[in-house]
């Protein structure tokens, strides 16, 4: 089982970037799924999450209305689409699956973003 994240790099305050988890080993759309990040010197904290088999997300209120979590089951890939970029979104994002909400068993090695002037 592996998660594969792409995406990351350096962007100005306000850009945009989407992110990109493909699994292989796992169907995603049996687990929930969900991005984190972790910034230098900060805990990782849970970013957004979609549940299997739904559309329905959820997001934490620092990126509610910026970031977009989303499923292609035919490319058993999750992405995050990022916009109205901050400096503090600045972190490594971490994809993740699992049975639940609170539980990931399965996760990706990380991509940096970088939000600067």
């Known amino acids: 089982v592996q998660l594969q994240a792409s995406g990351g790099g350096l962007v100005q305050p306000g850009g945009s970037l989407r992110l990109a988890c493909v699994a292989s080993?796992?169907?995603?759309?049996?687990?929930?799924i969900a991005w984190f990040r972790q910034a230098p010197g900060k805990e990782r904290e849970w970013v957004s999450c979609?549940?299997?088999?739904?559309?329905?997300?959820h997001y934490a209120d620092f990126v509610k209305g910026r970031f977009t979590i989303s499923r292609d089951k035919a490319k058993n890939t999750v992405y995050l689409q990022m916009n109205s970029l901050k400096p503090e979104d600045t972190a490594v994002y971490y994809c993740?699956?699992?049975?639940?909400?609170?539980?990931?068993?399965?996760w990706g090695q990380g991509t940096q973003v970088t939000v600067s002037s």
């Open positions: 080993g796992l169907t995603l759309n049996y687990y929930t």
């Open positions: 993740a699956a699992g049975p639940s909400t609170v539980q990931f068993n399965y």
């Open positions: 979609m549940s299997s088999g739904t559309i329905s997300s």
